[in-house]
T-cell receptor, first 114, second 113 residues
Framework: KAGVTQTPRYLIKTRGQQVTLSCSPI?????VSWYQQTPGQGLQFLFE???????NKGNFPGRFSGRQFSNSRSEMNVSTLELGDSALYLC?????????????FGPGTRLLVL | DQQVKQNSPSLSVQEGRISILNCDYT??????FLWYKKYPAEGPTFLIS?????DKNEDGRFTVFLNKSAKHLSLHIVPSQPGDSAVYFC????????????FGQGTTLQVKP
């Protein structure tokens, strides 16, 4: 079974631009969570989607948004990029949002904001 | 407010010996704990988990111990292998917070041949 895939793997943007990242979960997984990893803050939860609905959200500004499609694929969008948004963005999928369902991570998208 | 803490940024052990990675948490609502391993430029790989109703879970060379009264968990790797060299993250979740894992800052394990 294929793992979680994320596209693109690397991205360079400039301040003020917007970016969209994509995540395809493991087949059969219906819950998708997004995380941001930076050297200073570690891995931080962005949001979680299940059945096309955002069910949980972390402490990030409204510039960070996402959505989930009927096939469980998910996208996240960051508008008005800031230098501090440079990070590794990780997507994780699980069968459902139950806290006891293991989340499996994709390879991440490395975003550099110049 | 860091709810999950890994106080040792790094650990070095000899091949064949035991590696013990530690993790402390502050939120008593956490009821499920996981360990992930991460190589550079890759996403975290799930290793092992434990529910708060247990105090030990074993999977091959990996064993996780949970001490609820101390709010402490540890990952034991026996025997350690050079391929185990990576960053190890402990993570926690609670029933009231769907899809959200709280991660520690990670411990870099180096296993020397």
């Amino acid at each position: 079974k294929a793992g979680v895939t994320q596209t693109p793997r690397y991205l360079i943007k400039t301040r003020g631009q917007q970016v969209t990242l994509s995540c395809s979960p493991i087949s059969g997984h219906r819950s998708v969570s997004w995380y941001q990893q930076t050297p200073g803050q570690g891995l931080q939860f962005l949001f979680e989607y299940f059945s096309e609905t955002q069910r949980n959200k972390g402490n990030f500004p409204g510039r960070f948004s996402g959505r989930q499609f009927s096939n469980s694929r998910s996208e996240m969008n960051v508008s008005t990029l800031e230098l501090g948004d440079s990070a590794l963005y990780l997507c994780a999928s699980s069968l459902d949002p139950s806290p006891r369902e293991t989340q499996y991570f994709g390879p991440g998208t490395r975003l550099l904001v110049l | 407010d860091q709810q999950v803490k890994q106080n040792s940024p790094s650990l070095s052990v000899q091949e064949g010996r035991i590696s013990i990675l530690n993790c402390d948490y502050t939120n008593s609502m956490f009821d499920y704990f996981l360990w992930y391993k991460k190589y550079p430029a890759e996403g975290p790989t799930f290793l092992i988990s434990i529910s708060s109703i247990k105090d030990k879970n074993e999977d091959g060379r990996f064993t996780v111990f949970l001490n609820k009264s101390a709010k402490h968990l540890s990952l034991h790797i026996v025997p350690s292998q050079p391929g185990d060299s990576a960053v190890y993250f402990c993570a926690a979740s609670s029933s009231g917070n769907t899809g959200k894992l709280i991660f520690g800052q990670g411990t870099t394990l180096q296993v020397k041949p």
